[in-house]
Nanobody, 124 residues
């Protein structure tokens, strides 16, 4: 399984930014795809996740309705649309898959495949 993340950049606080993650795996019936992030000097943390049915999602509390995760199964792509960005959202964002998952987990150790990170920088 390969994951290719893209879409990071540098924006001002209050701006919006969209991330994309293309997942190569199509053969697995159930899996979850999630976004994690790691800010400088901090632990990696769960941001949002979605099952491959596209209907079940889960968000970290700090998202507070600002981010939306979605997927396009025809394109095998998962999106993270972020709005009202804050400086504390600055981090490297990673996408990952949990093959065989029937629900979205927040623990990074259950995710078996990871993409390269994409930097998101929010300045005030």
């Amino acid at each position: 399984v390969q994951l290719q993340a893209s879409g990071g950049g540098s924006v001002l606080a209050g701006s919006s930014l969209g991330l994309s993650c293309v997942v190569s795996e199509r053969r697995v019936t159930y899996y979850a795809t999630a976004w994690f992030r790691r800010a400088p000097g901090k632990e990696r943390e769960f941001v949002a996740g979605i099952l491959n049915d596209g209907e079940r999602t889960r968000y970290a509390d700090f998202v507070e309705g600002r981010f939306t995760i979605s997927r396009d199964n025809a394109e095998n792509t998962v999106y993270l649309q972020m709005s009202s960005l804050k400086p504390e959202d600055t981090a490297v964002y990673y996408c990952a898959t949990d093959l065989g998952a029937r629900r979205v987990m927040t623990l990074s150790r259950v995710y078996d495949h990871w993409g390269q990170g994409t930097q998101v920088t929010v300045s005030s």
